[in-house]
């Protein structure tokens, strides 16, 4: 079974510019997570879709962070303008059930430098 | 809001020997589930291990075990036989509402 893919695994840009990652999850999972790690730091959920609908993004900084989930299946997370605080490791996760317990997998993450 | 607190930074162990994690939460809720993840220098996050917070029976996964104390709030994680392989950041992760909140995560070195 493939597991949870993300693009690309490294990007730097200068502050200011845009950036896009894509997530594609397990498939057949209805949930998505995108979940922001800065170094050193636990992993913190910036949005949760439950097919293509959007679930909590209560944590998302909305003024530069977007996040859609086309079709229910692959997703794109944009940040624009970047600031420097943004560096960090984008992760994205899949789950299957609509409810609590299900195990949550992991992509190998998006590497974001903004210099 | 919920919170997740490990309170070791780094832990060491050497080879074959056992080590304990530890972690704290706090909730309002009765019925939830906690797990550790386990992330090596790729960074990919690796399930290892699951506690429904309904079961008094405390998991276990081949060298992986908890104690879960659930009016403590305190889910620790057991590694007995500690291999190289072991060496990572392991964070706990109580699961509320169908999403994980993480600690700040343990970094354990292994010594051979």
């Known amino acids: 079974e493939a597991g949870v893919a993300q693009s690309p695994g490294y990007k730097i840009i200068e502050k200011r510019q845009s950036v896009a990652f894509w997530c594609n999850p397990i498939?057949?999972?209805?949930?998505l997570y995108w979940y922001q790690q800065i170094l050193g730091q636990g992993p913190k959920l910036l949005i949760q879709f439950q097919n293509n609908g959007v679930v909590d993004d209560s944590q998302l900084p909305k003024d530069r962070f977007s996040a859609e989930r086309l079709k229910g299946v692959d997703s794109t997370l944009k940040i624009q303008p970047a600031k420097l605080e943004d560096s960090a490791v984008y992760l994205c996760a899949s789950s299957s059930g609509l409810f609590s317990g299900n195990t949550i997998y992991f992509g190998e993450g998006s590497w974001l430098t903004v210099v | 809001a919920q919170t997740v607190t490990q309170s070791q930074p780094e832990m060491s162990v050497q080879e074959a020997e056992t080590v304990t994690l530890s972690c704290t939460y706090d909730t309002s809720e009765s019925d939830y589930y906690l797990f550790w993840y386990k992330q090596p220098p790729s960074r990919q996050m690796i399930l290892v291990i699951r506690q429904e917070a309904y079961k008094q029976q405390n998991a276990t996964e081949n060298r992986f075990s908890v104690n879960f104390q659930k009016a403590a709030k305190s889910f620790s994680l057991k590694i007995s036989d500690s291999q190289l392989g072991d060496a990572a950041m392991y964070f706990c992760?109580?699961?509320?509402?169908?999403?994980?909140?993480f600690g700040a995560g343990t970094i354990l070195r292994v010594k051979s």
């Open positions: 992760a109580p699961e509320y509402g169908n999403k994980l909140v």
């Open positions: 498939s057949g999972h209805a949930t």
